[in-house]
T-cell receptor, first 115, second 111 residues
Framework: EAQVTQNPRYLITVTGKKLTVTCSQN?????MSWYRQDPGLGLRQIYY???????DKGDVPEGYKVSRKEKRNFPLILESPSPNQTSLYFC??????????????FGEGSRLTVL | SQKIEQNSEALNIQEGKTATLTCNYT??????LQWYRQDPGRGPVFLLL?????KEKRKERLKVTFDTTLKQSLFHITASQPADSATYLC??????????FGSGTRLSIRP
């Protein structure tokens, strides 16, 4: 089954304690992206990756890091989480080509609370 | 700066009626516009994509229009059902890397 898998789905942590949210896709997609969703603000892009070892900032990258060492995985790293990073996070992927930008496939989301 | 607005935060309609959701954008020239459905606690799910050179796209009870002059897309659900109740997101896709989402319209279909 084609899917994007995120872990953990729920996490409560404290300010400053480093954490990683993993994302894995089994569709051999080149493009992967992280979004955060907050009430009234919609989905905002944090980082994206066009392919292995190629990453770039989205609209709200401050406080986050990513890496793309393998095509299937795109972890989101919060080096020193702060309460304003409390949010619902989504990982997404899609095929990437000049002819077809296509639909995004989303994971089920990771709800993060930073105390 | 680029801006995308879905002009209704919430929409309530009677079952069987046509639901019409609006997406407006400014300072952007998207090559594609997409619509997604999101249920509470779940990730968005793709519904339809319409290209800038297409005026209208249909899929079963769904219809999307795209007016690049007005910078607007309309999303219609005909013969609406309670199961159509969800949040609907529009997204602009103007480059190979960046997709911008609206904040969504929460649609409720009452029996």
């Amino acid at each position: 089954e084609a899917q994007v898998t995120q872990n953990p789905r729920y996490l409560i942590t404290v300010t400053g304690k480093k954490l990683t949210v993993t994302c894995s896709q089994n569709m051999n997609h080149e493009y992967m992206s992280w979004y955060r969703q907050d009430p009234g603000l919609g989905l905002r892009q944090i980082y994206y990756s066009m392919n292995v070892e190629v990453t770039d900032k989205g609209d709200v990258p401050e406080g986050y890091k990513v890496s793309r060492k393998e095509k299937r995985n795109f972890p989101l790293i919060l080096e020193s989480p702060s309460p304003n990073q409390t949010s619902l996070y989504f990982c997404a992927s899609r095929r990437q080509s000049l002819a077809n930008t296509g639909e995004l496939f989303f994971g089920e989301g990771s709800r993060l609370t930073v105390l | 700066s680029q801006k995308i607005e879905q002009n209704s935060e919430a929409l309530n309609i009677q079952e069987g009626k046509t639901a019409t959701l609006t997406c407006n954008y400014t300072n952007y020239s998207p090559a594609y516009l997409q619509w997604y459905r999101q249920d509470p606690g779940r990730g968005p799910v793709f519904l339809l994509l319409i290209r800038e050179n297409e005026k209208e796209k249909r899929k079963e009870r769904l219809k999307v229009t795209f007016d690049t002059t007005l910078k607007q897309s309309l999303f219609h659900i005909t013969a609406s059902q309670p199961a159509d109740s969800a949040t609907y997101l529009c997204a602009l896709d103007g480059s190979a890397s960046k997709i911008i989402f609206g904040s969504g319209t929460r649609l409720s279909i009452r029996p």
